[in-house]
């Protein structure tokens, strides 16, 4: 071997000679993180036939602010790819499963069922410091939540057995997101991320009950306002 040739190969594991300091143009990042959903059910509307068994024992068909969602904790998958020094899109993927549950007047808090989400993310972000450890960014975004998995309410105890909500049907539905966050360089190609995400679900249609449910007389229709916080912190490598 000719003695200006280095027979030493920079590991997967080592910050070399040649290692790009920071993020820049033409960089494509794969990153897993632990992901975190906060539902933050900011409104909704419960609405009963006023005829309905089910109206005359909750003292009421319309009731507002009464649903909840659970959080939930599941891993992430993003892939990104930088534009330009500044500008990157990156697209998140993950599914997490979350209870509902409502609370109908004077019938109190009801199971109302359980449903998964997967929701596609496109971010376009803006990375303030390229080229440099620490880049801290800001995006906006857009979100297609897609719900899947979708099943009625199980519990067989209280008012009518369990009969009040006997089906589960949320359509998809589209929003805005807005995000802010930072890379931080840790060796080689390894960087550590962490991320917010505000994404904004406007007027969520939810049916609860059958076409046939004589309890409720008919559909029990609802609509919700979702804005959940999604809170990513991750590892990334850089190819």
């Known amino acids: 071997m000719p003695p200006f040739i280095s027979s030493h190969r920079c590991g997967i594991f080592q910050t070399c000679a040649n290692t790009k300091i920071g993020l820049g143009k033409g960089d494509f990042v794969v990153r897993l993180s632990a992901l975190g959903v906060i539902t933050n059910n900011t409104g909704s509307r419960v609405k009963l036939n006023p005829s309905s068994p089910a109206a005359a024992l909750a003292g009421g068909s319309h009731f507002r602010n009464d649903v909840s969602v659970t959080n939930q904790v599941m891993p992430e998958l993003t892939l990104e790819y930088f534009l330009t020094d500044h500008i990157s899109l990156d697209l998140i993927a993950s599914s997490t499963r979350h209870e509902a549950a ?28 390229p080229h440099k450890r620490f880049n801290p960014y800001a995006g906006l975004g857009i979100t297609v939540a897609i719900f899947h998995n979708m099943h009625s309410a199980t519990n067989l105890g209280g008012a ?49 009950s059958k076409r046939g449910n004589g309890v409720t007389g008919g559909r029990v229709r609802v609509h919700d306002d979702v804005h959940p916080t999604v809170v990513g912190a991750g590892i990334e490598y850089r190819f």
């Open 102 to 129: 409502a609370h109908v007047g004077n019938l109190g808090k009801l199971d109302a069922g359980s449903f998964w989400i997967l929701p596609p993310t496109l971010t376009a972000a803006y990375h303030f410091r």
């Open 160 to 208: 009518f057995n369990g009969a009040v909500f006997d089906a589960m049907h949320m359509k998809t539905n589209v929003g805005p997101s807005f995000n802010l966050g930072f890379d931080y360089q840790l060796v080689g190609n390894w960087f550590f991320n962490f991320d917010i995400k505000q994404i904004l679900l406007f007027n969520q249609s939810v049916h609860l």
